[in-house]
């Protein structure tokens, strides 16, 4: 079967959402300060002003991640939430008819702008997390603009992977937006209206355990050389997408048959970040939904528990 087996998508056409200036600086002034901080804790071992950049930063970071997230919308008209996913997360991504042969030779460079930017919006949205688990310790909630910028980074880094190194699947460059786009690369976890007060404290370390050994398995280096303590290796993921890549090259045709597989490999991988982000209570499957699409769950028959 071809890409061609995908059939004419229809994307979505949502509001675009400008991103804040204001709070994108932000977000880098505290990943700077915060950042810092470890150079003032080791150099001059002051504990004081450590712990104050330290602070300041994560302030910074929490106030223009905040900001960011609370002007996006928060979710798709009509999206897969309320059509019953299998899973609050879902990652889609829809595979271009016409991929050129060679432009994946270079689309990592051409990434390098994105993997910047999303150097500083990761580093945040861990700050964030930290923060946004100590809110659903005492309250059960998640503070709703810090969920949007986490996701937001989510789909930001989803769109960039499926452009450049994760798949290789459209020749479309990613937008610089952490809200939705058209892209043919989508990604979107329902908000949860109440989570548990005590699994934010084994959620992401001891429950996840499971899936980030898999995940590591299917990402992680698949061989290893240890030779004066040095590693190389290539992660399974990046094994299929370099075959499908090479197959690419030569025959102008994405298999679709390792596209489905690849997009499975990256579904389970941020549904186990969905989880260990502590942006659900719902475990994830232990399945690997292959395909372009999110499987829809099965209706609930009348009498069913």
Do not use: C
Not at 74 to 85: D, F, K, R, V, Y
Not at 172 to 192: G, I, N, S
Not at 198 to 211: D, E, G, I, M
Not at 283 to 293: A, T, V
């Amino acid at each position: 079967m071809n890409n061609n087996a995908a059939g004419t998508v229809a994307y979505p056409n949502p509001p675009r959402e400008k991103m804040s200036p204001v709070h994108m600086f932000f977000v880098i002034l505290g990943d700077l300060l915060a950042a810092g901080s470890a150079g003032v804790f080791v150099n001059s071992r002051s504990l004081p002003a450590g712990l104050a950049m330290l602070a300041v930063g994560a302030a910074l970071i929490i106030l223009g991640a905040a900001g960011l997230g609370g002007r996006m919308f928060p979710s798709l008209p009509g999206g897969s939430g309320e059509a019953g996913g299998a899973y609050p997360s879902r990652l889609e991504g829809h595979l271009d008819p016409n991929l050129s042969r060679w432009k994946w030779l270079v689309k990592w460079f051409l990434a390098i702008p994105h993997y910047i930017v999303l150097a500083f919006l990761g580093f945040a949205s861990v700050v964030v997390t930290i923060a946004a688990g100590f809110v659903i310790l005492f309250t059960g909630r998640y503070p709703a603009s810090l969920f949007h910028f986490t996701v937001g980074v989510m789909r930001w880094n989803w769109r960039v992977a499926f452009y450049a190194t994760g798949v290789l699947g459209t020749d479309h460059y990613p937008p610089f937006t952490l809200a939705h786009t058209d892209y043919p690369a989508t990604f979107e976890v329902d908000y949860p209206e109440k989570l548990s007060h005590w699994q934010v404290l084994v959620k992401s370390w001891l429950l996840a355990l499971p899936h980030v050994v898999i995940v590591g398995l299917l990402t992680g280096s698949i061989w290893r050389s240890s030779t004066e303590g040095g590693t190389n290796g290539i992660s399974l993921l990046g094994f299929l997408v370099f075959i499908a890549a090479v197959i690419l090259l030569f025959t102008g045709v994405y298999r679709w048959g390792l596209f489905t597989l690849i997009m499975g490999i990256n579904r389970w991988v941020y549904r186990t970040i969905t989880y260990v982000a502590l942006m659900s209570d719902k475990y994830p499957p232990f399945r690997l939904d292959q395909g372009p699409l999110e499987p829809r769950r099965a209706p609930e028959t009348p009498g069913s528990d």
